[in-house]
């Protein structure tokens, strides 16, 4: 079945950049997405990347696909205090239905 | 840009009652998702539709209902709600990608 795992938490100074981890299981996924969600908001689209991409580069976002590996990263550069929300990586085996990690709640060190 | 409107940001009911919440969108879209999402569960999907009066159980469907009558409307129903039903729940529509609501946060008393 599928299985989408992230961890739950990450740190990081202004000023760095961050990464955030994702794992999935199903080797048929077609789009892979990233999500933020903001305190006491939905779900705000980021990116995604189709399964046939390697990276995708979007502003200060860079998504990493390594399909062997079955492993999806986002990047953020220049972390600002605006970045603090929880991050979903999900992924769509091309049906109609996505299945979301447990999501990584960012937090910004000053 | 795309519109998904939640009826609500905040609810509280108590036990027993039949609770709607109620998500409306404006972009013509067939598909429409209701999840619910609990501290280090994530996502987890209940029920979605594909039409106009079409449904299909997600992942969690048990205590849940939901109706499409309109296809720019899709509501999920808590026939009898009970505390565990306290959550934040989202509705999205669309397909590849997914457009979310607000969340409407719902507490069971």
């Known amino acids: 079945g599928e299985d989408v795992e992230q961890s739950l938490f990450l740190s990081v100074r202004e000023g760095d950049s961050s990464v955030i981890n994702c794992t999935y299981t199903?080797?048929?996924?077609?789009?892979l997405y990233w999500y933020k969600q903001e305190p006491g908001a939905g779900l705000q689209l980021l990116t995604y990347?189709?399964?046939?991409?390697d990276m995708k580069q979007d502003q200060r976002l860079t998504v990493l696909l390594n399909k062997k590996d079955k492993h999806l990263s986002l990047r953020i550069a220049d972390t600002q205090t605006g970045d603090s929300a929880i991050y979903f990586c999900?992924?769509?085996?091309?049906?109609?239905?996505?299945?979301f990690g447990t999501g990584t709640r960012l937090t910004i060190i000053p | 840009d795309v519109k998904v409107t939640q009826s609500s940001r905040y609810l509280v009911k108590r036990t027993g009652e039949k609770v709607f919440l109620e998500c409306v969108q404006d972009?013509?879209?067939?598909?429409m998702f209701w999840y619910r999402q609990d501290p280090g569960l994530g996502l987890r999907l209940i029920y979605f539709?594909?039409?106009?009066?079409?449904?299909e159980k997600g992942d969690i469907p048990e205590g849940y209902s939901v109706s499409r009558e309109k296809k720019e409307r899709f509501s999920l129903i808590l026939e009898s709600a009970s505390t565990n039903q306290t959550s934040m729940y989202l509705c999205?529509?669309?397909?590849?990608?997914?457009?979310f609501g607000d969340g409407t946060r719902l507490s069971i008393l």
């Open positions: 972009m013509d879209h067939e598909n």
């Open positions: 999900a992924e769509s085996l091309g049906n109609e239905k996505l299945t």
């Open positions: 990347i189709f399964s046939n991409m």
């Open positions: 539709s594909y039409d106009v009066k079409m449904k």
């Open positions: 999205a529509s669309g397909n590849q990608p997914q457009h």
């Open positions: 199903d080797s048929s996924s077609t789009y």
